[in-house]
Structure formats: C-alpha cells, structure tokens
C-alpha cells in the first residue's frame, strides 16, 4: 500500500473505527477507493470538533473545496488525503463536484441548532452518510447500481446515522449539542439542559429507545434490497451495516443511561461479523 494511503487508514482507525475495521476485510481494489473517500469524509466530520467558531469552521470548508477543484490539475496542497484522491479519481466517475457535495453537506455541522424534527435530520444525513454511501457504491462498483439501490442506501444511512448520533450522545452534550430532533425530546418532555448537564431522566431514555429503534427497522427495510445478489458488488460499502444490530441491543433497553454506560462492542465480535459478511457476500 502507497504511504499516503497507510497514513490516511491509521488516521480512519482513530476516527472513524467502524469503517477501518470494513477496510481490513474487503479486497485491496476496493479498499484504496474508499479510503480516499472514507479519509474526506473524517476530515470533514472532524471540523465541527476542532474549530471554537462557525468563521472558522467554514474557513475549513472552503480550504477543502479549492483543494478538491485542484485535485483533476494534480494539485495536493501535499495533503495525505488529497493526494489519495488523486489517484483515485482518475479512474472513476466521480467529479470534484460530487466531493463538493460532501464538503457542503457539513455546512450544518458549523452552522450548530437543533434538527427540528426525524425530516430536518434525515435531509442532512442524505447530504452526509447517505450521499458518502452513494458515492461509495459509484466508486467500488458503477453509477447504474448506486441509482438503483438508492432508496435502500438511505434507509441505511439513515439507519447508521441513527445509531452513531446515540452512541455519540454523551460526547456531543458535553460540547453542549444534541443531535436528537427536537420534536422527539419534546415528546417524551427532555429538557436540554438536563441532557447538556449529563442527566438522564426516563423521558431520555425512551427518546433513544425510539430512535434505536427507527435505526432498527430502517436497516430491516433496507436488508430487503442490499443483502440480495444484485448488491453484491457495492458490499465494501455496505461492510460497516453488518455491526450494527450489536450497537443497537443496548440502545434498545429501556434503561440503558449513555452517562453511566458506554456502547461498546469487543473487537473480535465486530471483527467476525465483518468477515462473515465478506465471506456470505451480503450484511
């Protein structure tokens, strides 16, 4: 493997573990193409964390989007990540306009507030997880596959989002976010500032009970389409849905409390459920 590529996959092992773990076990082909992708996609995430002010956020932002226009010229700025996508890009169908996409889409992670409601916050997962699934696909396998699984791609994005942003929660409210939509904490009479102060009151723990539980049956609907044959060659991207249903059974309790507990799955049983996937040809 080149060395950029080495750097950026020991940068994804610390911030985006799940997705390292897919990368180990799928073909080498595969696995540079979405190391390119997966390693924008941290750089991008990352942002919201390491900035102290939205101008600066979007300073990033901008610095990410001239980077990617100057890729097709053979310009890196000599960033690991760039110059990854630099050799991949070539051979592929996707534009610096589509990583453009990605880079906009976390212009709501700079921007902060809440999702008013479930279609506040699927929109900016469609924009984030969902358009990063569905260039994936492009990427690993072809256009005409990833326009066809479209639907169960952000059902599964969704679904993944989902179970990231409860596992996520105790980290974001101590940076004073909450990325459960509003209408849902209303419903079960969250006050944020519980939430933000690290108190969990029943109202809380059925919120995520609900929400684990859209997670759970939107990775159902979406297994109907993406664990047939047809799917086959966009698995590499499909990978990390394998591990999911083990994030979800402690979400699902009706008295796990994220300030007391962490979700957290041994590696070896992450580890198998991947290679059984690779192995099975379907999640």
């Not at 799940?18 to 979405?34: F, G, I, Q």
């Not at 310009?75 to 610096?96: F, N, W």
């Not at 976010?177 to 500032?193: C, G, Q, Y």
């Amino acid at each position: 493997m080149k060395a950029s590529f080495a750097r950026v996959l020991e940068e994804l092992k610390t911030f985006d573990h799940d997705r390292y773990l897919s990368l180990l076990v799928m073909d080498a082909a595969a696995r540079e193409k979405l190391i390119a992708l997966y390693g924008l996609n941290a750089e991008l995430a990352r942002i919201r964390e390491l900035v102290s002010e939205p101008m600066l956020g979007e300073i990033r932002l901008q610095w990410w989007r001239e980077t990617v226009e100057l890729i097709p010229q053979g310009e890196t700025r000599g960033h690991d990540v760039a110059e990854c996508l630099a050799q991949v890009l070539p051979s592929s169908s996707l534009s610096a306009d589509d990583l453009i996409g990605l880079i906009d889409g976390r212009t709501r992670d700079i921007e902060g507030g809440l999702f008013h409601d479930f279609n506040d916050l699927d929109a900016y997962v469609s924009e984030t997880a969902g358009l990063l699934m569905r260039l994936g696909v492009r990427l690993v396998a072809n256009d005409a596959l990833a326009a066809r699984l479209s639907s169960a791609l952000e059902k599964a994005a969704r679904a993944f989002a989902y179970a990231g942003f409860l596992r996520a929660l105790p980290f974001h409210a101590s940076q004073g976010t909450v990325m459960l939509p509003h209408t849902l904490l209303e419903a079960h009479e969250v006050e944020l500032e519980d939430v933000v102060n690290g108190i969990a009151r029943p109202g809380l723990h059925a919120a995520m009970q609900e929400m684990a539980g859209k997670a759970r049956d939107l990775l159902d609907d979406a297994r109907e389409v993406l664990a047939t044959k047809e799917a086959r060659p966009a698995l590499p991207v499909l990978l990390p849905l394998a591990t999911l249903p083990l994030y979800l059974q402690p979400l699902l309790r009706a008295d796990y409390n994220p300030f007391k507990e962490r979700v957290e799955v041994p590696a070896f049983r992450l580890q198998w459920r991947l290679l059984r996937a690779q192995w099975r040809g379907r999640i």
